[in-house]
């Protein structure tokens, strides 16, 4: 398999003394990129005559490979390396958000007015007339961020503690990209029926509810019974946002290729049958694509396997075997499951002008270097390729919208006005190989998305607002 590209998930600054002599940077720099690193941000702490100590930015592309090139700096002779940090785990000291207050607190006046006794009065106006909750308190710009850890990212069970900086990762995105204030809240249970009641308890703080990193099939229970059971928004990004922003992508990519007015018959395998993959299939089906085949790890899932649960049973097709099988004659494969399980072969028996979307991360499904001049649009989850496939484009959007209109339900039509809304950002005669999607930085994103998610919420009869 090719070598991950070096990437700021491993980046690290490294502390040095160097002498303050021409050429001894020139070393420096030599030793880091003959390591295979790829050289950051130089910068000067102190400088005298005979040291200069610099702090030296280095992506790497794995632990190991950060050990092997901080080694390769400790081997050069007249450097002395002082210390060394993963930029990382520095980033996530003493946690990535904290709370701050809106109205100051600065006198006996302000104290009477935000708290007792002036807080009374809203109060009893608030249980006078509930609805009141939405202009009185933080409902209306908060969203729960909820996990009981058992799916964190491609890590597995890591736990409540162990998803909490996921989390809150999370809270700052919705922050960033759509002025939602995120509550991480993890949860120390995995019992379907504690997580639902939990919830449930603690919603009358929140205009809406992001579910994470919860384990398929009990994700999609928990989402359907708070769906049924709360008049708040309830999303699940796992599937939904994957869903809405590979629609987008695919949009885009089919008209890049000519094939956007046949969407209806294209073949398109999707690899992957958890929340994210069973979630796409169904979203592209309310899209119009009609021949989807879905592949898990034991291959085709066809009509004559008995190892399938309800979910997968949604899906089943007459054609049975391998993945390999699937991709013969496919005009689209999507990957949501495991890396290196494609072959380049495999891509050469698809259809002509194939698209590939290998979205799984780290390493995705097949390196795209392999697939230079054989594809026709490439797409992966990382950010160090072009066409990042990034649930950021979708989730604080939608949840900005819904929460907005007080939407009672998230919706399909939603999805599908969230994509559409996101595929447009990108005109027509903008629109290459290599361009897709739009930037997760482009500012357009999330207005547009929340627009048009309020405007499927109207429709559909579930705003409030």
């Not at 003394?17 to 880091?32: D, E, F, K, S």
């Not at 007459?318 to 072969?345: K, R």
């Not at 649009?377 to 989730?395: C, E, H, K, W």
């Amino acid at each position: 398999m090719v070598s991950l590209t070096p990437n700021p998930s491993y980046s690290l600054t490294i502390r040095m003394h160097v002498p303050n002599q021409a050429g001894m940077l020139a070393q420096v720099a030599q030793a880091i990129a003959e390591a295979g690193g790829s050289l950051g941000d130089i910068d000067v702490v102190e400088r005298c005559r005979e040291n200069v100590t610099r702090d030296v930015s280095v992506d790497a592309a794995s632990a190991e490979h950060a050990e092997e090139i901080v080694n390769a700096v400790y081997a050069l002779e007249h450097i002395e390396v002082v210390e060394v940090h993963d930029r990382t785990f520095k980033l996530h000291e003493g946690g990535k958000i904290h709370m701050e207050c809106k109205a100051p607190v600065r006198s006996q006046e302000d104290l009477a007015m935000a708290y007792t006794p002036g807080v009374g009065r809203v109060c009893s106006e608030i249980a006078r007339h509930p609805e009141r909750v939405y202009d009185l308190t933080i409902k209306s710009n908060t969203v729960a961020i909820i996990t009981d850890g058992s799916a964190v990212l491609g890590l597995g069970n890591l736990g409540p503690a162990g998803a909490l900086p996921v989390m809150e990762g999370k809270a700052m995105l919705f922050k960033e990209f759509a002025g939602l204030d995120g509550f991480p809240i993890c949860l120390d249970t995995q019992d379907t029926d504690e997580i639902v009641e939990t919830v449930k308890r603690i919603a009358p703080v929140f205009g809406g509810v992001n579910l994470e990193d919860i384990s398929a099939p009990r994700c999609f229970e928990i989402e359907a019974r708070l769906q049924k059971e709360l008049d708040i928004p309830i999303f699940h990004d796992d599937q939904h946002g994957t869903a809405i922003v590979s629609l987008a992508a695919l949009v885009n990519a089919l008209k890049v290729v000519g094939k956007e007015p046949q969407m209806g018959e294209i073949k398109l395998v999707i690899n992957g049958a958890g929340a994210a993959g069973l979630a796409m299939a169904r979203l592209f089906k309310k899209a119009g694509v009609n021949n989807i085949m879905v592949c898990d790890s034991r291959g085709i899932i066809s009509r004559d396997r008995t190892d399938l649960n309800d979910r997968k049973q949604e899906f089943v097709v007459d054609q049975s075997g391998t993945l390999a099988d699937a991709m013969v004659g496919a005009d689209v494969f999507m990957g949501v499951s495991a890396p290196g399980v494609v072959t380049v072969d495999m891509v050469k028996a698809m259809a002509k002008d194939p698209i590939v979307f290998a979205m799984a991360n780290p390493v995705p499904e097949i390196q795209p270097e392999l697939l230079n001049g054989i594809v026709a649009v490439m797409a992966t989850g990382r950010s160090d390729y072009p066409n990042q496939i990034n649930n950021v484009l979708a989730f604080p959007g939608l949840l900005r919208g819904a929460i907005d209109c007080r939407a009672e339900a998230i919706t399909t039509g939603m999805f599908l006005h969230a994509a559409h809304a996101i595929a447009t950002l990108i005109p027509d005669n903008e629109l290459r190989p290599d361009h897709i999607v739009p930037s997760v930085f482009d500012p357009r994103v999330a207005t547009a998305v929340a627009g048009a998610v309020k405007q499927a919420a109207r429709d559909s009869g579930v705003a409030k607002n």
